[in-house]
T-cell receptor, first 112, second 115 residues
Framework: QKEVEQDPGPLSVPEGAIVSLNCTYS??????FMWYRQYSRKGPELLMY????GNKEDGRFTAQVDKSSKYISLFIRDSQPSDSATYLC????????????FGKGTKLSVKP | GAGVSQSPSNKVTEKGKDVELRCDPI?????LYWYRQSLGQGLEFLIY????????KSGLPSDRFSAERTGGSVSTLTIQRTQQEDSAVYLC?????????????FGEGSRLTVL
C-alpha cells in the first residue's frame, strides 16, 4: 500500500460545480498536509497548507483534514475553466525529515 | 524575481548514454529536492539536500543515479547508462527550510526521453 492514495481521475465537471478531491494516507505520523496544483507542462505550485486536523478556507478553496480517518479533502466552489489542472495532495512528517510524499494527482477539467 | 530554473527543458538521448540535469534554486533557499514524475505515477521523491549535504538519498532508484550540490546553490542530477524506464519529467524544488512542511517551489522540469 502506497503511503498516500489518490484517485487519478480524470474528473470532468461543468463550470460553477462544486468539486471534491480526496486522498487517504496510511501513516499516522504525518503532520502536515498540502494541496498542490499543476498546470500542463508546468511545475506544481502550493495551493493550500494545513497542519493537523481541521478546515482551512481560502477564497473558493477549502482544505479539510480528518486525522482520525486519515482522509484529506479539497473542495472547490464555483469552479472555473481556469481551475482545470492536476491537483496533488501531499503530506510531510515534519521535524527534520525533508521530503513531501505526494499522491498521484487527480486531473480536473472544468467545462465552460 | 527568478524562480527555480532547470535545464535542459527537454533532453532526448540514446539508451546507454549519460545525462546531466541542472537545477538553479531560488537564491537563499537552503533546501533542494529532486522528484521524478512519470505518466500516471505521480511525483516520486529522489533526493533531498540541506545546504550541500544530502541527509536523504532514499529515493534514488539505482546506483546509476547520483546528485550533488555545490556552494549551497546549483544542483546536478546525473543518470549514467540511461535506460528507457528513466524517461520521465525530472522536477527540482527548493525551500527556505527543509522538513516541517515548508512550501516547495518547483521548476518547470526537465523532460527526459530515452530512445
Amino acid at each position: 500500500q502506497k503511503e498516500v492514495e489518490q484517485d487519478p481521475g480524470p474528473l470532468s465537471v461543468p463550470e460553477g460545480a462544486i468539486v471534491s478531491l480526496n486522498c487517504t494516507y496510511s501513516n499516522s505520523a504525518f503532520q502536515y498536509f498540502m494541496w498542490y496544483r499543476q498546470y500542463s507542462r508546468k511545475g506544481p505550485e502550493l495551493l493550500m497548507y494545513t497542519y493537523s486536523s481541521g478546515n482551512k478556507e481560502d477564497g473558493r478553496f477549502t482544505a479539510q483534514v480528518d486525522k482520525s480517518s486519515k482522509y484529506i479533502s479539497l473542495f472547490i466552489r464555483d469552479s472555473q475553466p481556469s481551475d482545470s489542472a492536476t491537483y496533488l495532495c501531499a503530506t510531510a512528517y515534519g521535524g527534520s525529515q525533508g521530503n513531501l510524499i505526494f499522491g498521484k494527482g487527480t486531473k480536473l477539467s472544468v467545462k465552460p | 524575481g527568478a524562480g527555480v530554473s532547470q535545464s535542459p527543458s527537454n533532453k532526448v538521448t540514446e539508451k546507454g548514454k549519460d545525462v546531466e540535469l541542472r537545477c538553479d534554486p531560488i537564491s537563499g533557499h537552503t533546501a533542494l529536492y529532486w522528484y521524478r514524475q512519470s505518466l500516471g505515477q505521480g511525483l516520486e521523491f529522489l533526493i533531498y539536500f540541506q545546504g550541500n549535504s544530502a541527509p536523504d538519498k532514499s529515493g534514488l532508484p539505482s546506483d546509476r543515479f547520483s546528485a550533488e550540490r555545490t556552494g549551497g546553490s546549483v544542483s546536478t542530477l546525473t543518470i549514467q547508462r540511461t535506460q528507457q524506464e528513466d524517461s520521465a519529467v525530472y522536477l527540482c524544488a527548493s525551500s527556505t527550510r527543509g522538513g516541517q512542511g515548508g512550501e516547495l517551489f518547483f521548476g518547470e522540469g526537465s523532460r527526459l526521453t530515452v530512445l
